[in-house]
């Protein structure tokens, strides 16, 4: 698809962008260029611009305001060994974009589209993707309603913007596992819900359990089933992933997808990481009582999250309001450290892409 390119007339001296580039953490830095198509029910998707980074402006009565019809999606480019760069499974969060935006009742992007507009941004920042394994540039699509109209029903003008944030390692202090606070009060996403939608809304109504894990002391919440509050379902915006061992054959277990789960791609990726190294694999519902009782027996060896930004963080302690219990005695397990490698291994294409996950941009 032809992009309309209407890039900066002087970019950043390297000088200045290396100073924005260090120690950039998640999310807190932006690249100098964005990507926007506009939507009108009449005539489609515009011809995309690539323009400066900035501020856009909004009608006051724009429904995304006041109604929340809002998605995004997060990928990453990796720098490669061989010096070129490379999306991640762009292919995944086009689909998965476009599922979200069913379930919000908004018009679907086309997959040339959204792969163009990665492609442009990412040839343009081409300088922000640092070269150090760990690091990357994460790509941030969004799309939100537009009309100016305070009728409750779908809008008829969407905007599609893409921009991009250089994350340095998610754990500059080292590798660490968190501890998670288990949310019976409050609930993510419940069945019919939006939960299996990267829809703006679930974020915002789950802030409140965030900060209660905060307030009991915790890293991080993990959100339990709707109906009964006894079911694994997520850690904050990252999959749930056991390890059991099964006479000492390694075993991944997450919980199955109920529609209440975020189809995380990392998660899809582990899936079959897990045939290809030969071990065990089944999604499953598990229970917060069996997750307590086997981490305790040492049959459920470890407990990890799994997500784009941060690839894999492992639990060391569970607490809630019935009581607290250590997983893999509080330390980091040896699988959740061979999976990050051999994820990063992938990402950063030191080992063969065998399933063509890596979409090279020259
Ligand atoms: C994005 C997200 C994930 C992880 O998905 P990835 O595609 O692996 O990054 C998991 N849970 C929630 C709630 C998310 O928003």
């Excluded at 679907?108 to 492609?119: K, N, Q, W, Y």
Aim: aromatic share 10%; with cysteine.
């Amino acid at each position: 698809m032809k992009i309309d390119l209407k890039p900066l007339k002087q970019v950043l001296s390297k000088f200045d962008r290396e100073v924005r580039m260090t120690n950039p953490g998640f999310g807190r830095v932006f690249s100098e260029h964005m990507v926007i198509s506009d939507y009108e029910a009449s005539s489609g998707w515009s011809t995309p611009i690539l323009q400066p980074y900035g501020p856009i402006t909004l009608d006051p009565a724009a429904s995304i305001l006041h109604y929340g019809q809002s998605i995004f999606e997060g990928l990453k480019c990796y720098p490669q060994k061989n010096g070129n760069v490379a999306l991640f499974r762009p292919v995944e969060n086009w689909k998965r974009m476009n599922e979200s935006a069913h379930r919000l009742a908004m018009p679907s992007i086309p997959e040339d589209l959204f792969i163009s507009a990665a492609e442009a941004l990412v040839r343009q920042d081409r300088s922000w993707v640092s070269d150090k394994r760990g690091e990357s540039l994460y790509l941030r699509p969004l799309m939100f309603a537009t009309e100016a109209a305070l009728g409750v029903r779908p809008s008829i003008s969407y905007r599609f913007v893409l921009f991009a944030s250089p994350c340095g390692s998610y754990f500059p202090q080292g590798y660490k596992a968190v501890s998670v606070w288990l949310s019976e009060d409050y609930i993510r996403a419940a069945p019919g819900g939006t939960g299996a939608a990267k829809f703006a809304g679930n974020y915002g109504a789950s802030l409140i359990g965030q900060k209660q894990a905060i307030d009991h002391g915790c890293d991080q919440v993990v959100w339990l089933d709707a109906r009964e509050h006894r079911y694994l379902e997520e850690m904050g915006g990252m999959n749930i992933c056991l390890v059991e061992k099964k006479n000492n054959q390694i075993h991944l277990v997450t919980p199955e997808l109920t529609g209440t789960i975020l189809p995380g791609i990392t998660r899809l990726s582990l899936i079959q990481i897990s045939k290809d190294l030969d071990w065990g694999f089944s999604e499953r519902r598990i229970s917060t009582q069996e997750w307590q009782e086997k981490s305790i027996s040492g049959e459920f060896s470890e407990t990890f999250a799994c997500g784009t930004a941060a690839v894999i963080t492992p639990i060391r302690e569970v607490k809630s309001r019935t009581g607290s219990w250590l997983i893999n005695q509080g330390t980091i397990g040896p699988v959740a450290l061979q999976l990050r490698e051999y994820l990063l291994d992938l990402q950063h294409g030191e080992i063969p892409d065998s399933h063509g996950w890596l979409h090279p941009i020259n």
